[in-house]
């Protein structure tokens, strides 16, 4: 009777290893890729790390998506690492709203950016950012960025 215990254990977490592989990886949408490469979570704040890499040929862009993001966009902080060019990186979600606010554009190499994007709310005299709540998978995509180039993205969520 133990020993069918050990082995459903052993069936049942080789089963939980393959279900979050499937959750966690990214699938490519251009000649470059972004993939998980960290995860911390302490409170209600979690990091998701994504290294962004361009391809060897073409424009030097990357496009992926994330794995199902839920929570508060709290700030997403942009490393460009060795982007040869200044570039260009959109975030969208589902419905193809850029969660950054238009405020990854030109982005210079060596130069890490910290964004708290939102939805710009007015009463007609004052003006407010409500940070963006996401429900889905995200899409990083990054253009003139130079070829063979790597940088991360890091999405701090509060949940």
Do not use: H
């Not at 499937?22 to 209600?44: D, H, I, M, P």
């Not at 190499?109 to 005299?125: C, K, L, M, R």
């Not at 996401?134 to 003139?144: A, Q, R, W």
């Amino acid at each position: 009777m133990r020993k069918l215990s050990i082995i459903g254990a052993v069936v049942l977490g080789a089963v939980w290893v393959s279900a979050l592989a499937v959750l966690t990886s990214t699938t490519a949408r251009g000649e470059g890729t972004a993939v998980e490469t960290a995860y911390t979570a302490y409170g209600r704040v979690a990091s998701y790390r994504y290294t962004v890499s361009t391809g060897t040929n073409g424009t030097g862009g990357a496009s992926a998506a994330t794995q199902w993001l839920s929570g508060e966009i709290g700030r997403v902080v942009v490393v460009p690492g060795a982007w040869s060019n200044v570039c260009d990186l959109t975030v969208t979600d589902r419905d193809g709203v850029d969660i950054l606010s238009g405020l990854g554009g030109n982005l210079a190499t060596g130069v890490t950016v910290s964004v708290v994007g939102g939805e710009g709310i007015t009463d007609g005299i004052i003006t407010s950012v409500v940070p963006f709540q996401v429900n889905s998978p995200l899409t990083i995509t990054l253009t003139n960025a130079g070829l063979s180039a790597t940088g991360y993205v890091e999405f701090l969520l509060i949940r």
